[in-house]
């Protein structure tokens, strides 16, 4: 079982940045082992794939209305992944979920397994 939780959330003005934490947990959680991703899920809208980071090698993937403004990264000692978000726009506005699984890296939230509860997110024009 994984425990994932994340903080960092707020309300913020457009062009404003803020840093998304997620800290992973578990009895038997090897974090190393776990792909780790963060999604978003607008109003009305369904939950999103935004930023993901590969277990094996560290290599991140990014939704095409993200990249160039959010960063994903982890730090293993402290089982904690981060999404630095840059730039912000009021599309941005929705509630951040921390995802991990193993296996490979995805971008599909069917199949990931392991989610946090999520942290709200306002970007105000």
């Known amino acids: 079982q994984v425990q994932l939780v994340e903080s960092g959330g707020g309300l913020v003005q457009a062009g404003d940045s803020l840093r998304l934490s997620c800290a992973a947990s578990?009895?038997?959680?090897?974090?190393?082992?776990?792909?780790m991703a963060w999604f978003r899920r607008a109003p009305g809208k369904e939950r999103e794939f935004a930023a993901g980071i590969r277990s094996s090698d560290g290599s991140t993937y990014y939704a095409d209305s993200v990249k160039g403004r959010f960063t994903i990264s982890r730090d293993s000692a402290k089982n904690t992944v981060f999404l630095q978000m840059n730039s912000l726009k009021p599309e941005d506005t929705a509630v951040y979920f921390c995802?991990?699984?193993?296996?490979?890296?995805?971008?599909?939230?069917?199949?990931?397994?392991?989610w946090g509860q999520g942290t709200q997110v306002t970007v105000s024009s």
């Open positions: 995802a991990a699984r193993v296996g490979m890296m995805s971008m599909t939230r069917y199949q990931y397994d392991n």
């Open positions: 578990g009895r038997t959680f090897t974090f190393s082992r776990y792909n």
